[in-house]
């Protein structure tokens, strides 16, 4: 590994998962399994997050709504 790629080969902030710019070809089926397993889960907990933040923001939307409505009744 060069000195370039061992120092891209960390974590940016508020990422989770590891970049090297270098590819392994002597990866064995279960390394590959596991690096697909970790990105797919790592999509799964950002998909999680959007859909819970989606879900408070229109709360608080139907929440403006109802009492702008019960106040101008």
């Given amino acids: 590994m060069t000195n370039r790629a061992k120092r891209r080969s960390h974590p940016k ?3 989770r998962v590891w970049v090297n710019s270098e590819l392994n070809h002597d990866l064995r089926p279960a390394q590959i ?3 697909i397993t970790r990105a797919g889960l790592e999509q799964a907990r950002r998909e999680a997050l959007a859909r819970a933040e989606h879900e408070a923001r229109s709360s608080r939307e139907v929440a403006a709504v109802t009492t702008t409505e019960t106040d101008h009744a």
Avoid: D, Q
Wanted: aromatic fraction near 0%.
């Fill in 13 to 15: 902030r508020n990422r």
């Fill in 33 to 35: 399994a596991t690096i």
